[in-house]
């Protein structure tokens, strides 16, 4: 994918191309770019700054991800910095549609866009099953193995998933 | 933002109470973490666990940023004595049965959600209003989360019914102190960067209404708030958690992972 805010450089596009394809460490089937985590890359001076924003706060894969980032700039040949970028804060609806294909075609539901999640005592997501697709879906924890993660099992094929949960 | 030279003293100590909130709790909900009493229950505790220490993570280093005088969210996390500490009583109080953690939970969650939805969409702190952003949606899942066991519990089993009201009993008092802003809470609401915690009592108590009707719980009167937590008066507990918490950085002292 490209740069979303237009950079005009060529050492931007080329940093870029660099960090958004480092893969997320915990979910590796998609890059921090199609996470929307990656913010943006600036080339000043010849240092290449990339701008990200964490996902979930308590999230213990973010300073891996940043290394990581620095890791990829640093092979492509630039001197690099991370700047963390805490407002706006970091929303499930940046994954992009590619980054949501991915998940489920890993076995992960992907976040309902806009869901109910952001309130709703007492509510309910309809999630599809990332394997069969039906609806026919039930929560079992809103907590998963990971920060970002909930617990479902589809009643129609019988298996156990992942959603990603909605922020 | 209007008088910055009071704010930036006030929004220090009002930010670090929200930390101090925000790690205790934190804590105390990781002492549940092996546990539990079943397995996805371990995974849901933990994970609100490392939910409230992310968030007091966020909130300590923007406290020390604000600060600006060398000291990092580590030294105000683990270096401060009990009197320091300025959490409410209500996120100090021991685990209990598993009924007095998710009704501490509820009680606690249902003040953060809309005290962070206040936050993400009216402060004129943009650092504020971004880990308001995020921290607003996730407690909106230990909100329902809590809220879908307290029904549980209430509306279950003779034995689950008296142990929730047990500890509606046990905690209903200590939740006035959520309502009572110190005087950097105070100023900070006058200047637009918080919300004024007394307006959101009647959003706390239709969401606890709700849920305690739908659970067949009572809501109780209380005729004596326990506070004192805002002041760096807080309950015996208070020592053994810091004992716990700080034990690594008094022992070896700048100790680094």
Redesign the interface.
């Known amino acids: 994918m490209t740069q979303p805010a237009a950079n005009h450089s060529l050492a931007a596009e080329r940093a870029w191309d660099a960090a958004s394809a480092v893969p997320d460490p915990e979910i590796p089937c998609v890059t921090v770019a199609e996470l929307g985590i990656l913010r943006k890359v600036v080339v000043e001076n010849g240092v290449a700054v990339a701008y990200v924003t964490p996902t979930?706060?308590?999230?213990?894969a973010v300073l891996a991800i940043e290394l990581a980032i620095e890791a990829a700039l640093l092979d492509a040949g630039f001197e690099a910095r991370i700047e963390r970028?805490?407002?706006?804060?970091?929303?499930t609806d940046w994954i992009t549609p590619e980054g949501c294909e991915k998940l489920r075609a890993y076995g992960i539901a992907p976040p309902v866009k806009g869901s109910n999640?952001?309130?709703?005592?007492?509510?309910e997501t309809v999630v599809n099953c990332p394997r069969c697709g039906s609806s026919d879906t039930q929560k079992?924890?809103?907590?998963?193995?990971t920060?970002c993660k909930a617990?479902y099992t589809c009643r129609r094929c019988a298996e156990p998933f992942d959603y990603f949960?909605?922020? | 933002m209007t008088g910055v030279a009071i704010v930036h003293s006030h929004l220090f100590e009002a930010v670090l109470q929200l930390a101090d909130d925000h790690l205790i709790l934190g804590h105390r909900v990781s002492e549940w973490c092996g546990h539990a009493p079943m397995l996805?229950?371990d995974?849901?505790l933990?994970?609100?666990?490392?939910?409230?220490?992310?968030?007091s993570?966020?909130l300590y280093a923007y406290a020390a940023e604000i600060e600006d005088a060398g000291r990092s969210e580590d030294d105000l996390a683990f270096l401060r004595v009990e009197r320091q500490y300025q959490n409410c009583l209500l996120v100090e109080r021991p685990n209990g049965d598993f009924a007095h953690s998710i009704l501490r939970q509820l009680y606690f969650a249902a003040f953060m959600?809309p005290f962070w939805h206040h936050v993400?969409a009216n402060s004129s702190d943009?650092?504020l209003?971004?880990?308001?952003?995020?921290?607003?949606?996730?407690m909106?899942?230990h909100?329902?989360?809590s809220?879908?066991w307290v029904?549980r519990l209430g509306d279950g089993t003779d034995e689950s019914a008296k142990r929730v009201k047990e500890a509606v009993d046990a905690l209903h008092h200590y939740t006035d102190e959520l309502f009572q802003g110190s005087s950097a809470m105070t100023a900070c609401a006058e200047n637009g960067v918080l919300p004024d915690v007394e307006t959101l009592r009647p959003s706390w108590t239709s969401?606890i209404a709700?849920?305690f009707a739908?659970g067949q719980l009572a809501m109780p009167e209380v005729a004596h708030p326990q506070t004192g937590g805002r002041m760096g008066e807080h309950g015996e507990e208070m020592g053994h958690i810091l004992h716990e918490l700080q034990y690594m950085q008094r022992t070896y002292p700048n100790l680094q992972w």
Not at chain 2, 46 to 55: E, I, P, R, S
């Open positions: 979930y706060s308590g999230c213990p970028v805490m407002s706006p804060a970091w929303t999640s952001k309130m709703a005592l007492f509510g079992i924890s809103e907590f998963g193995s920060a617990h949960k909605c922020i | 996805e229950e995974l849901g933990a994970n609100m666990a490392l939910d409230l220490l992310g968030q993570r966020a959600h993400a943009e650092t209003r971004g880990i308001a952003g995020k921290a607003e949606k996730e909106a899942y909100l329902r989360h809220a879908e029904v969401t709700d849920v739908h």
